[in-house]
């Protein structure tokens, strides 16, 4: 089992702090994912845990033992990086088997870890391959059974899928996950990508600026955000927002919003084209993306703000055209002065 905990964790390169204070826990064969934009720590505090950066201030815990002067190969962790950095010289099998026989790990127990991994992963007719041969995605497969065959407890995946188009990473994330699902082992996984962190996490770390946003399922970042960055990063298209405070006024009555919001916040999803003269906002069409199965309405509110609106793929709307917007009041939310969600009626 590899039950990790963070405890006020900080990272300092001189007088400058990029992890800024982390307390948080990860439980036993967790898939928790760390996402945010660049330069936010994700990556940093990854390279914490395995070792592979000093830990400045705090404690880093492994199923109870401190593991801050631990060595990264005495952790019981295996790392998976962007690059699949493999050994161009050697085959899929013997990049795989490696690691083991650099442990002088016996012949027979090689074997059998290796053709596991192999099997697992369905690299069975690649085996005998060059990296050189390989797609993008297959390398990584190999990576991922260089990871496996050490039998950690915890993996890290550090942006492991950056280097692939968009049809490999649809396929690998399938895999991960069902590899995540076979092994039932911890496994952290580093993205900037919230597709990515929507589809794979049990549990989303969101971090801005060496700090944690928010902690929760993908559900709970996506219908229950804490404050206006979350609100706005968790979400494709991202949630549109309102300042109450200047050219919304008029909003705060027609929604019934408390009189402390500073912000309110619309998904693309919860407005509605209704008749002229029935809504709360008046706006111009200036883009209509077509999706198959919905399409997005680029328009400019009050010949200010610009906003998205997703609609069915039925819907009729041309450029230029002026349309009326109502919102569903289940799916508006309120912000404070600082940022922070407050309740309001009808939301959950």
Do not use: W
Request: aromatic content about 6%; proline content about 5%; some cysteine.
């Amino acid at each position: 089992m590899a039950k990790l905990e963070l405890k006020d964790v900080r990272k300092s390169y001189g007088p400058v702090e990029v992890i800024k204070g982390i307390d948080l826990t990860i439980e036993d064969g967790e898939f928790c994912v760390f996402v945010g934009p660049s330069g936010c720590g994700k990556s940093t505090l990854l390279r914490m845990i395995a070792g592979l950066e000093d830990i400045s201030g705090g404690i880093f815990e492994i199923d109870g033992n401190r593991m801050n002067d631990i060595a990264p190969a005495k952790r019981g962790i295996a790392m998976v990086f962007q690059s699949y950095a493999l050994y161009p010289h050697l085959s899929v099998r013997e990049n795989i088997a490696f690691g083991l026989k650099v442990r002088k790990t016996p012949a027979a127990e090689i074997d059998t870890l290796v053709n596991d991994a192999i099997a697992m992963l369905q690299l069975d007719t690649l085996a005998g391959r060059y990296p050189r041969e390989l797609s993008g995605g297959q390398r990584q497969r190999v990576a991922i059974g260089r990871a496996i065959v050490g039998q950690p407890e915890t993996f890290l995946f550090d942006e492991p899928l950056s280097n692939l188009d968009a049809e490999l990473r649809v396929h690998m994330r399938t895999q991960i996950s069902e590899l995540h699902d076979r092994l039932k082992r911890t496994m952290i996984y580093v993205t900037h990508d919230q597709i990515e962190a929507m589809t794979l996490a049990d549990k989303i770390v969101l971090l801005r600026g060496g700090q944690i946003e928010q902690v929760g399922s993908p559900r709970d970042l996506y219908e229950r955000p804490q404050n206006l960055f979350a609100a706005q990063f968790i979400g494709a298209p991202k949630m549109n927002i309102f300042d109450l405070e200047n050219e919304f006024a008029s909003l705060r009555n027609s929604l019934k919003l408390p009189l402390n919001a500073h912000h309110c916040g619309i998904r693309p999803d919860g407005f509605e084209i209704v008749a002229e003269g029935e809504g709360i906002l008046v706006a111009t069409v200036r883009l209509v993306e077509y999706l198959g199965n919905s399409c997005l309405v680029h328009a400019h509110v009050e010949g200010r703000d610009p906003i998205i609106i997703e609609q069915p793929a039925n819907t009729v709307t041309q450029t230029g055209q002026r349309i009326s917007l109502s919102a569903n009041p289940s799916l508006v939310y309120a912000f404070g002065p600082d940022g922070n969600r407050i309740q309001v009626s009808g939301e959950q």
